[in-house]
């Protein structure tokens, strides 16, 4: 199976008309000439608010990433990070110098186990194989000129479904649905402890009445 398969369809369809907008295509004009004249420097960044952690120093994270490479059809070298935080989170940046570089929060690393960190892998850089970075999502938002109210809507939309498509790139990279479920569970709880059971039942149970809710 390859990755475009699982796409979710609405962030093709949006990711496709978004690419086409003017304030789309005018954020990243600038962005590419700002890269011309150099590299932003993201790696001296990374190495100052994080640790590059080697293959000497996390071979079972970079083992996993490894496979998540491999399963996504990728070819690019991969760098990743560890940054201290108490909370969860993981982020993939956009290619420079012909690296990719992927960040992890201690927490994160500390707290998901196998497949559930695999999972969180294979998500990061699935943002990566769909090319997500394409729309400068933080620029746009962000940025010196605000966008239309119309377009930042679309934007929120988009991601939203640009989140589903890596979400369902880390599911098949990690080929466990019970581990997917407790990464997802560990991730909107901040949960992580021996005392709590995980039931995959029940939990799905609350994405049903969520649903309901909608
Ligand atoms: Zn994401």
């Given at each position: 199976m390859k990755p475009e398969d699982i796409r979710c369809q609405n962030d093709l369809k949006m990711y496709s008309t978004l690419l086409q907008h003017s304030d789309v295509i005018k954020v990243n004009e600038n962005i590419a000439r700002q890269e011309e004249k150099g590299p932003t420097g993201l790696r001296r960044h990374l190495l100052a608010i994080s640790v590059s952690l080697s293959k000497g120093m996390a071979p079972s994270v970079h083992k996993m990433a490894d496979e998540c490479i491999e399963t996504l059809g990728m070819d690019i070298p991969l760098e990743l990070y560890v940054f201290p935080s108490p909370q969860f989170n993981a982020m993939c940046f956009k290619p420079e110098e012909g690296r990719l570089h992927v960040m992890f929060s201690s927490s994160l690393l500390e707290g998901f186990k196998g497949d559930e960190l695999k999972f969180v892998i294979g998500h990061e850089l699935g943002h990566h194989v769909y090319r997500?970075?394409?729309?400068p999502i933080g620029y746009l938002l962000k940025g010196e000129n605000p966008v239309s109210p119309r377009l930042a809507l679309e934007l929120f939309a988009w991601s939203r479904y640009a989140e589903i498509s890596a979400d369902r790139a880390g599911a098949h990279c990690a080929q466990n649905i019970e581990a997917v479920a407790r990464a997802l569970f560990k991730l909107a709880s901040g949960l992580t402890s021996d005392f709590i059971e995980f039931d995959l039942q029940d939990f799905l149970q609350q994405v049903d009445e969520m649903q309901l809710f909608d």
């Open positions: 997500h970075h394409d729309i």
